[in-house]
């Protein structure tokens, strides 16, 4: 959070050497450039009754689709106030208002797994498995129209069974789920069509689902990302770089990942991309690759298996069950904390400072499963979860870029004199969820004494101390306040301390 916050500046100009002195081994060289991430502070936030497995974004709205019946509003209990929506709504990405855009996506499973909006920002493509939505007959894809949320009945191709992910490129929509036809003609897992339908010639086999799909055409490549092994005959395990026009194999990646791991997102940001990988007592964690040559860039080694993943200014948003990061900079041992939310840096996979978390809820157990982030630059999370950082929330969150409302809790001061005219002060660092480096205040009779700037994690919190130099035998009392930066905790204390004679 540190470098977008203006107040800071002008506060810690006398901290700043001992802030960078002071990051510990927790904190990678990223977090010693600043910490560039969005709060960890929930926003208010409509409920959903069931899992949400993806999200979009397009004109101030934020649509929603999973597998759920009902919505309720930010605060409200299971089962009270709540509004029929059957697997799709949509809120106002600002004020989180529901909204009236509402067709019912039902039939099949009855289950939205993938939104996607057109370049332009017109259509909302929809995939899952479903044979209607709203009144019209569709088969598991089916487009709204963004400005009125009517159905389109000039886009539903025939798709034979669960859409799992959709991109939007050009003129193009790619289709990647289960299938082993589109529009009569064989196409395995994947697929495209128009804008109005039509199966284009794009084809590619592969031998098990597709899980996500994201396009670089200024690279020529679709890259594609799920549970299989063989693509147009090659070995390719999960993840495979595709023509985006024939569908060819441009590179395959039979290395990047073992056999019991599967891709379940990607991204890309223009010029690398990101998977997230689910693996079964196997790789776990994301991966950067670079789009113009399919090299890898990083690869983080966390345990905890990752559902999705968001490129933004610089940082990688993940969801997952983090339990084990220990390799990787920034981050945690094995603990029984399940860290549900991550943030990284792009350059070098740093774990930065930013730890708002979920619980695991409902469903697989797994907590988040999907994320957007809206052109206001407040990040939607969705999933099965019931609480987030500490407190009822069910399905939806959210995080803004600002303000940082978080502030420490104060520590616990203690102080002893051990030589004449010396007292020793000390606490253990507290922590903040979106902040790795605190400043502590010191009070020595009410009169503030001395600042210091640690970095800590919630895993991390080192003891602190501080050596004030008095009158050998006079009593003095103390107390400690800390600051994020933006937001000062109570101050405790006081302590009496009488420093030896
Ligand atoms: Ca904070």
């Not at 002071?22 to 936030?45: F, V």
């Not at 774990?351 to 988040?368: K, S, Y």
């Amino acid at each position: 959070m540190t470098s977008r916050r203006p107040r800071l500046a002008a506060a810690s100009v006398a901290v700043t050497t001992l802030a960078v002195a002071a990051l510990s081994t927790a904190a990678g060289p990223a977090a010693a450039a600043g910490e560039p991430t969005i709060t960890a502070d929930p926003m208010s936030t409509w409920q959903t009754n069931g899992v949400v497995w993806t999200l979009a974004h397009a004109n101030g709205v934020v649509y929603v689709g999973g597998t759920f019946s009902k919505v309720r509003p930010p605060g409200a209990a299971p089962g009270t106030s709540e509004v029929a929506r059957t697997n799709f709504a949509a809120f106002d990405a600002t004020t989180g208002k529901l909204l009236d855009c509402a067709p019912a996506f039902t039939g099949g499973a009855g289950t939205v797994r993938a939104l996607e909006v057109s370049p332009d920002g017109k259509r909302l493509y929809v995939g899952g498995s479903f044979s209607r939505a709203g009144t019209v007959s569709v088969s598991n894809a089916a487009a709204v129209n963004t400005a009125d949320c009517t159905v389109a009945t000039s886009w539903r191709p025939v798709v034979t069974a669960t859409v799992r992910a959709i991109e939007s490129s050009g003129s193009t929509v790619y289709l990647g789920g289960d299938f082993g036809a589109v529009q009569g003609q064989t196409r395995q897992r994947v697929a495209a069509v128009t804008g109005t339908g039509s199966l284009l010639p794009f084809r590619a086999t592969l031998d098990a689902p597709v899980r996500a799909i994201t396009a670089s055409p200024a690279h020529g490549k679709v890259l594609v990302g799920g549970d299989f092994n063989v693509v147009n005959g090659a070995s390719s395990r999960a993840l495979a770089a595709l023509d985006p026009t024939s569908g060819a194999t441009k590179k395959t990646f039979p290395n990047w990942l073992p056999s019991a791991s599967a891709v379940k997102g990607l991204a890309n940001d223009g010029t690398y991309f990101y998977l997230a990988a689910e693996g079964t007592g196997s790789f776990d964690g994301r991966i950067a690759g670079v789009l113009s040559t399919g090299a890898m860039k990083w690869r983080d080694a966390c345990l905890g298996a990752t559902q999705a993943v968001l490129p933004h200014k610089g940082v990688l948003y993940s969801v997952s069950h983090a339990h084990n990061c220990g390799t990787t900079p920034g981050g945690f041992p094995e603990h029984s904390n399940r860290q549900h939310l991550l943030a990284q840096s792009v350059a070098d996979k740093t774990i930065l400072p930013w730890f708002p978390d979920t619980n695991d809820g409902i469903g697989e157990g797994i907590g988040p499963r999907a994320m957007t982030m809206t052109t206001g630059e407040i990040l939607w999370v969705g999933g099965e979860f019931t609480s987030v950082n500490g407190k009822a929330q069910q399905g939806l969150t959210r995080f803004p870029a600002s303000p940082d409302t978080g502030a420490p809790q104060v520590p616990i001061l203690s102080g002893a004199s051990t030589a004449a005219g010396k007292i020793t002060l000390s606490w253990k660092a507290s922590w903040d969820r979106d902040d790795g480096t605190l400043t502590y205040r010191l009070y020595r009779d009410g009169v503030f004494l001395k600042a210091l700037s640690r970095s800590s994690r919630y895993w991390d919190r080192p003891t602190i101390s501080y050596t004030d130099t008095v009158t050998p035998g006079s009593q003095h009392r103390y107390s400690l306040e800390v600051t994020d930066g933006e937001n000062m905790s109570g101050r405790n204390g006081p302590v009496y301390v009488t420093a030896l004679g």
